[in-house]
């Protein structure tokens, strides 16, 4: 029975074992493209391949687990210099201050981006509800064209902060949202 290896992020399989393989075997057993793992051999990222004397790859038998860790990195939201920053030269060495490091300041970029999505999310809200609460007397084209010039021109906070003239239409939309 194979033993289990498990990386930092979370990727769990069975240990590939001591043989190397060519190409089109890694490419099956990781699920990606001959291409895609060329990339990721000329970003930096395997580098323990070696050519046989036909000139065909031969990659190590944790050329596996690399490639999960590099897009289970992807996928939490690392870039490919970041992973090649963290990945260690050997699986068994990781360095556990960068990497907790690293983690931490992934964390902190997604909470910044939340954060500002959340700011624009409450923007948008706000210009579709100017939008839809025009004044009886104003035409949608127009309100439309002055509530996004000022949008543009303003930045998209004075279109919360515009001063708002509205009919009796917009008044029941606004006292029926929460």
Request: hydrophobic fraction near 35%.
């Amino acid at each position: 029975m194979r033993a289990w290896v498990t990386s930092p992020f979370g990727l769990n399989g069975p240990d590939p074992g001591p043989t190397a393989m060519k190409i089109g075997e890694l490419a099956r057993r990781s699920g990606l493209t001959t291409s895609r793992i060329r990339f990721y051999e000329a970003k930096g990222l395997l580098n323990a391949v070696s050519r046989r004397a036909n000139g065909y790859r031969e990659y190590p038998a944790d050329a596996l687990m690399i490639l999960g860790i590099i897009v289970g990195a992807q996928r939490t939201g690392f870039s490919l210099d970041e992973i090649r920053q963290i990945l260690p030269a050997d699986l068994g060495n990781w360095r556990r201050g960068e990497l907790t490091g690293a983690l931490r300041r992934k964390v902190a970029d997604i909470e910044q981006m939340e954060k500002r999505l959340g700011q624009s999310k409450r923007q948008l809200r706000t210009l579709i509800r100017n939008i839809e609460g025009k004044s009886d007397g104003l035409g949608c084209a127009d309100n439309a064209k002055r509530l996004l010039k000022e949008f543009v021109s303003n930045g998209s906070r004075s279109a919360s902060r515009s001063p708002r003239k509205h009919g009796a239409r917009s008044r029941n939309i606004a006292a029926a949202r929460p």
